[in-house]
């Protein structure tokens, strides 16, 4: 006798749901990602907004700061980009030189010749001078095509200045200028919150009717639009704040400048708790002793995240296009002089073998009298290449380290696991206690703090400052004197 099954359609249909999210939670379980697919329209969550970008109009999306750009993928052959107003742009796809478009407005074809069938990377910048408004009403793909996630990296620098950070007078600002060129060597996005003729001080000397950077960097939009919105500092965050400005403030006093900028930095500070700020001295030198002391002044009132940057003979006259503004080789000799200066603040230290060169004296780390055996200790030396002074720096993740001797194939560590101020520091087997992890952050100039994982104390040349002698000995206190920091270099 056969038995007679009725299932209703609904039935089956609430069963295949469940079974279809059991599916899922169980894939999503095992780390994999759901990758969406895109039609490069303005929402389209694959493309990436780079800079002040403004998303209220859902047709077009703009930003109104110089060197704003988009990152996307796309699949297919062609792609042509969408524009609601006439500007200069600057594309870029995949590892292709920029292509400058002058005056381009409606739609664009980045792709005159076709391309390879296959997946792209693009990026689009926007750069000219005095009009930094770039409209972006999406883009339009192959039949078929679609867009994906391009990389961007974790980390950003914010620039502000003038007419020098813009790249003002050159065909390609500003994806030529030092701000930009320096940012890509990096390998980090960057903003360039920065305009032509822009002073520091609001209303005052020749500016009197003009706001500065002191009020318009806290806005959505440039000089140009001195109604502007104020900027919703909450959509992204800088890990670092480059500022180079004071070429345009002709007629301040220096009592004004100097508190101008020391509140300036204060603004910054509270929109940006966590960054690390660089104050730079004007190419020019204009306002140098000024903006030293307001960068001391923040220091002196504990904040120990700005750091000064002097540009001294960076570049001479040769480097100028009217003896102000840098010429694309000027920007390319500064980015190259900023970017060893930055790079321990945006990239961390990277993997490798380097002799440790302590900062006040100049010398070498070295394992005394190159023993091999565990409990050998260490000290300075005059540095002679031997393998004794080479040590293996391997991440264990964020900033903390594992630093190992070449020589000896042992641990740097503080003896015994110490927490005492004056415990040596030797070589021993590796056992990965904390006493053989290190933390290493940057200071300035390209110098390191190196602290000890268990005790929170800085590994220093014995003696402080004073003691410039080779032997003295490396041990570990409390402090961020030159003697306790240390610079990795090629061996």
């Known amino acids: 006798m056969k038995t007679k099954y009725t299932i209703h359609f609904s039935q089956l249909v609430s069963h295949l749901t469940r079974q279809w999210l059991v599916w899922m939670v169980a894939f999503l379980a095992l780390g994999a990602t759901i990758v969406s697919a895109g039609n490069g329209a303005v929402g389209d969550t694959n493309i990436k907004y780079l800079g002040r970008w403004v998303f209220t109009n859902s047709a077009q999306y703009s930003s109104y700061w110089g060197g704003a750009y988009i990152k996307v993928n796309f699949s297919g052959t062609t792609v042509k980009i969408k524009l609601g107003n006439t500007s200069n742009y600057h594309a870029k796809i995949d590892n292709g030189p920029w292509i400058t478009y002058t005056n381009a407005s409606g739609t664009l074809n980045l792709t005159p010749t076709p391309l390879a069938n296959g997946t792209h990377t693009l990026s689009v910048a926007q750069g000219k001078d005095y009009d930094y408004i770039f409209n972006f009403q999406g883009l339009i793909l192959d039949a078929g095509a679609t867009t994906s996630l391009p990389t961007v990296a974790p980390n950003l620098i914010e620039y502000i200045g003038d007419s020098i950070t813009t790249g003002y007078k050159d065909a390609q600002a500003d994806v030529s200028d030092y701000a930009w060129v320096c940012s890509e060597s990096l390998g980090v996005e960057h903003t360039q919150i920065a305009y032509p003729g822009i002073a520091l001080v609001s209303g005052f000397g020749v500016n009197a009717n003009k706001t500065g950077m002191d009020v318009q960097y806290f806005k959505e939009r440039s000089q140009k639009y001195t109604n502007s919105p104020a900027w919703d500092f909450t959509k992204y965050t800088a890990k670092v704040v480059v500022i180079n400005i004071g070429q345009n403030d002709s007629g301040d006093t220096v009592p004004v400048f100097e508190n101008d900028y020391t509140n300036f930095l204060a603004g910054i500070r509270a929109k940006f708790p966590g960054a690390d700020i660089f104050v730079m001295r004007p ?29 001294t003979n960076w570049l001479s006259a040769g480097d100028f296009v009217d003896g102000l503004h840098p010429s694309v080789s000027g920007h390319i000799k500064a980015a190259n002089l900023l970017k060893p200066i930055l790079a321990p603040y945006v990239a961390g230290l990277a993997n490798g073998t380097y002799k440790l060169i302590v900062r006040h004296s100049g010398l070498a780390l070295d394992v005394t009298a190159q023993h091999t055996t565990n409990g050998s200790p260490t000290q300075q030396w005059t540095y002679n290449g031997g393998n004794n002074q080479r040590w293996t720096v391997t991440s264990l993740g964020g ?89 990795f270099q090629a061996p």
């Open 283 to 311: 190419f020019s030198g204009s306002w140098a002793a000024e903006t030293l002391w307001a960068a001391n002044a923040r220091i002196a009132a504990g904040d120990t995240k700005v750091h000064y940057i002097n540009t």
């Open 399 to 487: 900033t903390t380290y594992k630093i190992v001797g070449v020589q000896s194939g042992r641990t740097l560590e503080v003896a015994g696991s110490s927490t005492a101020n004056g415990a040596i520091v030797d070589i021993w087997d590796s056992t990965g206690g904390a006493n053989q992890k290190w933390n290493i952050t940057p200071t300035d100039s390209g110098y390191y703090s190196v602290i000890n994982v268990n005790s929170g104390k800085a590994m220093e040349v014995l003696g402080g400052v004073g003691a410039t002698q080779p032997g003295a000995a490396v041990d570990q206190w409390s402090g961020t004197q030159f003697n306790q920091q240390w610079s």
